[in-house]
């Protein structure tokens, strides 16, 4: 007997070319939220954030690119890897939480939506392809694929195109630590039903919304800087109760969808999480593996990128997903009938994952 099962057939990423280092911001100066002076030489702050986060420096897009164009290079070479016809995609779906900003403003333009632009940059005629964005923090891609799989399990779509793209660059404050994070970039996949002797590609998922006092731990504030425009907003987040709120509730997340996949955690191959903090994934993925009972050396399980591209918010996981599947990281493979855990955790506060057999 066959099922039809939600696979991922092809995916597609666009990193940016402009590398920022580390030690380009040893002569910003940084301000505290309460606007005090950050008294302390670049380098100390530099290295200690290096510590914290894993970070050793990131990509920024272009000053003639935005949001949608580079989503529209990710969604090109995505449709490439799995050489389909774009015409008979059902949807485009966009994740992203700011939309296009163009460089040197600060303002979000999302009219019209920039899944309807990248439907027009990439030729898709066809009127029945439904083009939409969704805003649902930094677990917006995985989000988005979870809509797909419903679509597709429910009959009412069989091939869909999910977008993860962000450029925080546009929305940082320089003035705050937290800029260092942020990066820019895109990461695409087709997700489509397709007929299989038995269960896999996606094999059960979890999603939560934690919105009280949790609600504004990631925000939009005015820039730290004193005497600043209180009008003018900047991605703004609380990053200790963000730690604290991720440990606590993502390996049950976590935990939850591999409960319902049936699949013994022995069996579990890779696990990509959101790219937002080496030590913080670290501590997740390990209280993850505690609740059962598991000490598990994590390194040739959950593969990371934020060294080196930093924190791209929705495009951070399908970018690590394509970069392990066209040989990026060499030191990590996806291989037949692999099991892997996709998880987020972000703005909302939201998090979600899925347990998926390759």
């Not at 485009?92 to 019209?112: E, Y």
């Not at 994934?281 to 934020?306: C, H, L, Q, T, W």
């Not at 394509?322 to 099991?339: A, F, G, P, Q, Y």
Request: with cysteine; net charge neutral.
């Amino acid at each position: 007997m066959s099922n039809i099962s939600t696979l991922i057939t092809g995916s597609g990423s666009y990193i940016p070319t402009v590398i920022i280092k580390n030690n380009d911001f040893t002569k910003q100066t940084f301000f505290e939220k309460d606007n005090t002076k950050v008294d302390r030489p670049g380098e100390i702050t530099v290295n200690q954030f290096r510590d914290i986060t894993g970070i050793a420096e990131r990509r920024w897009v272009n000053e003639d690119l935005n949001t949608s164009d580079i989503a529209a290079i990710a969604a090109e070479r995505a449709i490439e890897s799995a050489g389909i016809d774009r015409e008979t995609i059902d949807q485009i779906i966009v994740a992203h939480n700011f939309g296009n900003v163009i460089k040197g403003t600060i303002q979000t333009d999302v009219v019209p939506s920039l899944a309807a632009r990248v439907k027009n940059i990439i030729g898709i005629k066809n009127p029945g392809c439904i083009a939409y964005d969704i805003i649902f923090g930094c677990p917006g891609w995985l989000q988005g694929v979870i809509q797909a799989h419903s679509y597709i399990i429910s009959g009412m779509a069989k091939r869909c195109l999910v977008i993860g793209a962000e450029t925080l660059s546009r929305v940082s404050d320089k003035y705050d630590r937290d800029t260092m994070i942020f990066s820019d970039g895109a990461g695409a996949t087709i997700i489509e039903g397709v007929e299989t002797a038995e269960r896999k590609g996606i094999l059960s998922t979890a999603a939560v919304t934690h919105s009280n006092e949790e609600l504004y731990y990631l925000y939009l504030g005015k820039s730290n800087a004193p005497e600043s425009d209180p009008f003018v907003r900047y991605i703004k987040m609380h990053g200790r109760k963000i730690y604290e709120y991720s440990l606590s509730h993502v390996p049950a997340a976590m935990k939850t969808a591999l409960d319902k996949s049936g699949v013994p955690v022995e069996k579990v191959k890779k696990i990509l999480i959101h790219q937002a903090n080496e030590k913080m994934d670290e501590a997740i993925v390990k209280r993850f593996y505690k609740m059962f009972g598991m000490r598990p050396d994590i390194s040739g399980i959950m593969p990371m990128n934020i060294q080196k591209l930093g924190n791209s918010s929705v495009a951070t996981i399908p970018t690590l997903y394509d970069m392990i599947m066209k040989d990026m990281l060499t030191e990590h493979s996806i291989n037949e009938n692999d099991i892997i855990i996709f998880a987020s955790v972000g703005a909302g506060m939201n998090i979600n994952a899925i347990v998926y057999k390759h």
